[in-house]
């Protein structure tokens, strides 16, 4: 969901550099974010470009090693205590990403297109803690859907090296609009719900392929030029960016770089109900039905969460209510009945948005019923929700734990995040007992 007012301002900024300025309540977030662009001549590194086999690549990435869409990054080990990238200049410039080393809290810093940056060195808070995490990893996010990074090259200390993490065992895709990629939360896709269910379930790997402003139909929604039934099919987003980058000719997704996901959480069509985009009930179900078709088509195994839409809360007299409809509640939920009917699975279709047909789905686990209703109602309070449309802070972790839970008791998921951080700036105490 987005307004116009916020997609005519967010066009402006994609044109100029990105801002590093956090607002909180209208107020400036007071950050310490550290400058760590050097001069890489004045070092003494062990250097290896981007298609290294020791470098995972989490999220969506195109051939050059430019990210897209919400959340991506990348992943390794190491040994030593200097980890330093440097960005090529299809970066966007200043865009603030997040990094860690093994379960320490993320740091935050903004990158220079063109330059390198020392973001572990012996002088990092924890650099040179051994254990319990062998080898030391090192992550790195990007925290705005609608910029990226260009990763070049990335450099150790002289002597040591590289080495390659290997994924854990489950995967979480989640499909969807501002509301999924952490349009108004503080760290935007790092403090978003999609972020923070992938990364809450822990030993899980999640890949956040949502847009703002994006529909489900495959048509132009507040400056998009194209609905997820077709985009979620290639590797960038719907950005002006990747206008510049990639022009007409966007890069389809290799569905085989990355594993099959275990579980798709797809919530979208919040932009499909505004009038202003004018999709007809008709054009949005073929829509979703494409999505999850899609979906079954790459992925046969894969279970399919599909999430009730929110569209915020008016003030009734003297109490909230939510915005009524919930949009397209009834039709949603028939569309997931129809899955998993027997009609349905007696010749299951998948379709690709790239060529455009529909098949049929090969692969074991293709006539189960697979397709799932996450009712959102009752989650969300009216302050839940910032002045423009989204969920807060607050809002977003509400989401993602009552998400995780569900994945546990629908699916049997365990939940392994059991004490590094998550959700970053979010310690909101009280120390003081009586006042
Ligand atoms: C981060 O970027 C902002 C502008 O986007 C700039 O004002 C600030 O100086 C940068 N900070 C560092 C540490 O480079
Ligand atoms: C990385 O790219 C270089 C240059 O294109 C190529 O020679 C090399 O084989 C690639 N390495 C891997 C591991 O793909
Ligand atoms: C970007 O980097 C590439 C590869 O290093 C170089 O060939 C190209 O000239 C650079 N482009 C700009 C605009 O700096
Ligand atoms: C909305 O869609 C209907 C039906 O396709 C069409 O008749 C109408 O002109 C459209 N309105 C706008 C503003 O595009």
């Known amino acids: 969901m987005l307004s116009f007012s916020s997609l005519a301002v967010l066009g402006l900024t994609l044109l100029s550099r990105a801002s590093a300025t956090i607002l909180q309540n209208g107020q400036v977030r007071e950050t310490n974010f550290p400058n760590t662009r050097i001069d890489p001549s004045a070092y003494s590194f062990k250097t290896y470009p981007a298609n290294a086999t020791e470098i995972s690549y989490k999220g969506r990435w195109d051939s050059k090693h430019v990210s897209w869409w919400s959340a991506p990054g990348i992943k390794f080990g190491y040994t030593g205590q200097t980890v330093a990238i440097s960005f090529g200049n299809l970066t966007t410039d200043g865009v603030l990403v997040g990094y860690r080393i093994g379960g320490l809290d993320w740091t935050f810093t903004n990158i220079t297109a063109g330059a390198t940056h020392l973001l572990v060195s012996p002088d990092y808070p924890g650099a040179a803690l051994t254990g319990p995490i ?226 049929k789905v090969k692969g074991k686990g293709k006539d189960k019923p697979f397709v799932h209703w996450f009712n959102t109602a009752g989650i969300l309070q009216h302050n839940d929700i910032g002045p423009q449309w989204h969920p807060t802070d607050v809002g977003a972790i509400k989401v993602a734990s009552h998400l995780q839970q569900y994945i546990k008791n629908t699916f049997g998921w365990e939940l392994y995040a059991t004490g590094p951080e998550v959700w970053h700036e979010t310690l909101y105490w009280n120390d003081q007992s009586g006042y």
């Not at 090296?161 to 990629?181: H, T």
């Not at 992938?198 to 392929?209: A, F, P, Q």
């Not at 529909?215 to 194209?226: E, F, K, L, M, T």
């Not at 949603?332 to 027997?342: E, G, P, T, Y």
């Open 134 to 359: 062998n080898p030391w990893t090192f992550e790195m996010r990007v925290t705005n859907w609608a910029y990226g990074v260009q990763i070049d090259a990335v450099h150790v200390a002289s002597g040591e090296k590289l080495v390659k993490i290997p994924d854990f065992g489950r995967r979480i895709e989640v499909i969807g609009d501002s509301l999924a990629s952490g349009m108004y939360t503080s760290y935007e896709g790092l403090s978003s719900w999609a972020y923070g269910l992938g990364e809450g379930l822990g030993n899980t790997e999640y890949s956040v392929t949502a847009y703002p402003g994006i529909c489900a139909a495959d048509q132009d929604c507040w400056g998009n030029p194209h609905g997820q039934s077709h985009q979620w099919f290639y590797t960038s987003d719907t950005s002006y960016r990747a206008s510049v980058i990639h022009g007409d000719n966007p890069e389809p997704w290799d569905f085989s770089k990355q594993p099959a996901a275990d579980i798709a959480v797809i919530m979208i069509g919040t932009n499909d109900n505004n009038e202003h985009n004018n999709v007809s009930t008709t054009a949005y179900i073929d829509a979703l039905t494409k999505i999850i078709q899609g979906v079954h088509g790459k992925w046969p195994n894969a279970q399919v969460v599909v999430m009730s839409l929110w569209l915020g809360f008016y003030q009734s007299g003297n109490t909230y209510l939510p915005n009524a409809p919930q949009g397209w509640v009834k039709e949603i939920q028939k569309l997931v009945k129809w899955f998993n009917s027997d009609d349905y699975l007696r010749n299951p279709l998948a379709y690709d948005g790239v060529t455009k047909k529909t098949t």
